[in-house]
């Protein structure tokens, strides 16, 4: 299950991806929303995006996926992208495709263990307020929360 809460005027995209594997219609979300933030930095040249992706499952985004949003990220080239997953397997894979496939001297992306990390690393790069992403932190959870809800038998 994938929440995504976005702020156009920010720029800031917050996902919260739980349970199992992204559907067809979490896909299309994602791609809306990194269109939706590389459109905002082609408005605006002198903004930048924030991307936070708390992921807590042990069903990444397959091949085909991967692709798809590597293809739509390609067109967010000022940001800064933070990534939280407790995997140790899958931030030393991140690490390595961060080395093996660098971005542009405007995106830097680095991944992290806990939220709290990752929160304090955009802190320092954006300056935007701990409050305005524990903010969305909790708006992603909340809807996670209610879509668990409503899925269960009554």
């Given at each position: 299950?994938?929440?995504?809460?976005?702020?156009s005027q920010r720029l800031?995209?917050?996902?919260?991806h739980v349970g199992g594997a992204l559907s067809e219609a979490d896909m299309q979300e994602m791609v809306a929303c990194i269109g939706g933030l590389s459109e905002g930095l082609k408005a605006r040249k002198e903004a930048f995006a924030t991307v936070v992706v708390v992921v807590e499952t042990a069903h990444p985004p397959n091949a085909t996926q991967r692709r798809r949003?590597?293809?739509?990220s390609r067109k967010v080239e000022r940001g800064y992208e933070a990534v939280v997953t407790p995997s140790v397997l899958a931030r030393g894979v991140m690490t390595a495709i961060r080395w093996l496939i660098p971005r542009g001297k405007d995106y830097r992306q680095e991944t992290f263990a806990t939220f709290e990390?990752?929160?304090?690393?955009?802190?320092?790069r954006t300056g935007y307020p701990a409050a305005l992403l524990d903010t969305m932190h909790e708006e992603?959870?909340?809807e996670v929360g209610r879509r668990l809800r409503e899925t269960q038998p009554k």
């Open positions: 299950m994938l929440a995504i809460k976005f702020d800031i995209s917050f996902s919260l949003i590597a293809e739509a990390e990752a929160r304090a690393w955009l802190v320092a992603a959870r909340s």
